[in-house]
């Protein structure tokens, strides 16, 4: 990408995420969409996209099949969340579904940095036991961007699926 004057954050080109380059949306075109970069409003678009992956997307060796060889537990062998899929959480339970999702984007969302990630289990006790909302938050850290996100996310424990929005929309 060549260096270009910025006036504002808006103004600025990101590079998305590498699955985002190397997948063709339009095969018909000769001209890459991305080589003039993306915007800002692209990039937090891309890291949703990311999250909303990471999310439901379901990682079936266990932790503790990879304890052997530590770095396939942060290889793409270990994307998404565990199988959750009919659980009825206790309250630990529900830490370990915590710190798990916190692992993941620590590892697999690499815009973030990941000493700001912080994902917060929402105690609403008028909620089913079965659906767990989370509140994600972390600071992008691309280029001279540092920017806070924010993002809520339902885990339906019966159906396995993860509905995330943005809550600064």
């Known amino acids: 990408m060549e260096k270009e004057i910025v006036k504002s954050k808006e103004d600025a080109k990101y590079w998305p995420c590498l699955l985002r380059r190397l997948t063709d949306f339009a095969p018909d075109e000769k001209k890459e969409n991305y ?5 800002i409003k692209q990039l ?4 949703f996209d990311n999250i909303e992956m990471i999310l439901n997307s379901r990682s079936h060796p266990q932790p503790e099949d990879l304890e052997k060889y530590p770095e396939l537990a942060e290889s793409v062998l270990a994307y998404g969340l565990s199988d959750f899929c009919g659980k009825v959480c206790s309250m630990d339970d529900k830490e370990t579904i ?3 999702i916190l692992h993941q984007l620590r590892i697999f969302e690499p ?5 700001s990630i912080d994902v917060v289990l929402d105690q609403n006790e008028r909620e089913s036991r079965s659906v767990l909302e989370f509140q994600i ?8 961007l540092s920017e806070e996100i924010v993002f809520i ?3 339906d424990l019966e159906t396995g ?3 995330l929005k ?4």
């Open 153 to 155: 996310s339902r885990l």
């Open 44 to 47: 937090k678009k891309d890291i």
């Open 166 to 169: 943005n809550s600064q929309e």
């Open 111 to 115: 815009r973030l940095n990941p000493d």
């Open 161 to 163: 699926n993860s509905l």
């Open 98 to 100: 915590r710190e798990h």
């Open 137 to 144: 938050s972390g600071m992008i850290d691309v280029a001279e």
């Open 35 to 39: 080589s003039q970069g993306i915007t």
